[in-house]
């Protein structure tokens, strides 16, 4: 039986475009047909993994929807220029997975919503952190009510830097990150480069799933101006909320990358409720957690994950099977809310100044 879902990736800016086309093809109602980019060289790895031929490739984005008649659409462009292509895409009304960050801004963002909406465009932003499972299994005990009332958020977050890994995180050697790095978009502002831009939407988008919604008041932001670069490379944002403040920090250039090796500070959330704690730490076995029966604090086993919630192609698929709206941190509304953080700290840190929530 053919698989129902006809799957194209368009834009190879962003390295989890390999990530993502895996997983499509691991999906058993899922095929990859075809995979497109200006550059045909930034889709050899794709190509070789997923056994593609040549006629599969496609440098004109329009000639491959049309030629391959898709019916899920993924797409990763360099952060500024997402909203162009969801633009692009939308009038298709095909099904869309765009890689995070959600957009360089919050106008931005907006054109993205109304592409979407005006086409009936069922869409999602895929945070990869929301398939970790440290973070589901924390999100699962506060809805349980465990440390009661979600009040803070303390968010560190990076890795040694976007150029040091490429997709399914293998590792590229130090002599080609320093070639790459003065001419790779993710250190020119223009493109939505920086460490702010890149972590910090993870923070705030899965930061205000924890906090059931919760917006800010208003945002102070700090951020380092690193000799010779456009962007920074580590970012401290604290949001004032009503019930409190949180804490979200951006880091390029940790010690190790979370994945390998957890650095210090460690890559995570530390969520602390009105009555007790969780820490959640990416890709880490246990959660801790502190409440009033165990003050001194114990440690959860991380729930095992099983479809649809495994990662975004399971996710985005039983959405469509089921008639059911995206929600969580994929969704539009939900990572609205994260921009409009990200917004007001890029605001904050360029004004250096307090700023109340844009937008």
């Not at 969801?86 to 109304?114: V, W």
């Not at 009936?120 to 999100?139: F, Y």
């Not at 089921?322 to 969580?328: A, D, K, L, M, S």
Request: with cysteine; charged share 20%.
């Amino acid at each position: 039986m053919a698989p129902k879902y006809r799957v194209v990736g368009i834009c190879f800016d962003h390295m989890h475009m390999g990530d993502n086309l895996r997983m499509a093809a691991e999906h058993p109602d899922c095929t990859v047909v075809g995979i497109c980019d200006f550059d045909s060289q930034r889709m050899r790895g794709a190509q070789r993994e997923l056994g593609l031929d040549n006629s599969q490739l496609f440098n004109d984005w329009q000639h491959c929807i049309e030629a391959c008649r898709p019916d899920l659409l993924i797409t990763c462009p360099a952060t500024a220029d997402h909203a162009v292509w969801i633009e692009r895409l939308a009038p298709f009304g095909l099904p869309i997975l765009i890689e995070k960050p959600m957009a360089r801004s919050l106008s931005d963002a907006d054109r993205m919503i109304a592409a979407c909406a005006s086409h009936e465009t069922l869409w999602a932003i895929n945070w990869p952190l929301a398939w970790v499972p440290a973070h589901r299994t924390a999100k699962r005990l506060i809805d349980e009510g465990r440390i009661g009332r979600p009040l803070e958020i303390h968010y560190y977050d990076g890795n040694r830097g976007p150029l040091w890994h490429t997709a399914g995180k293998r590792e590229v050697d130090a002599h080609e990150v320093a070639r790459q790095k003065p001419h790779s978009w993710w250190y020119r502002r223009a493109s939505g480069g920086g460490s702010l831009l890149d972590y910090l939407g993870y923070g705030t988008t899965l930061g205000t799933w924890f906090l059931d919604g919760a917006i800010p008041l208003e945002v102070t932001a700090v951020v380092d101006e690193p000799p010779g670069l456009e962007v920074d490379e580590h970012a401290v944002v604290v949001a004032r909320y009503a019930q409190g403040l949180s804490k979200f920090e951006t880091r390029w250039g940790t010690f190790t990358d979370p994945w390998v090796h957890q650095p210090q500070p460690k890559c995570g959330f530390v969520i602390v409720g009105s009555a007790g704690t969780i820490s959640s730490y990416d890709y880490e076995p246990t959660v801790r957690v502190q409440d009033h029966d165990r003050p001194g604090g114990y440690e959860v086993p991380v729930d095992p994950l099983a479809p649809p919630y495994q990662n975004p192609i399971q996710y985005l698929i039983s959405c469509l099977e089921e008639g059911r709206p995206v929600e969580g941190p994929l969704s539009p509304t939900l990572s609205r809310i994260g921009q409009q953080i990200v917004d007001t700290a890029l605001a904050s840190a360029e004004q250096k100044r307090t700023l109340p929530l844009l937008g």
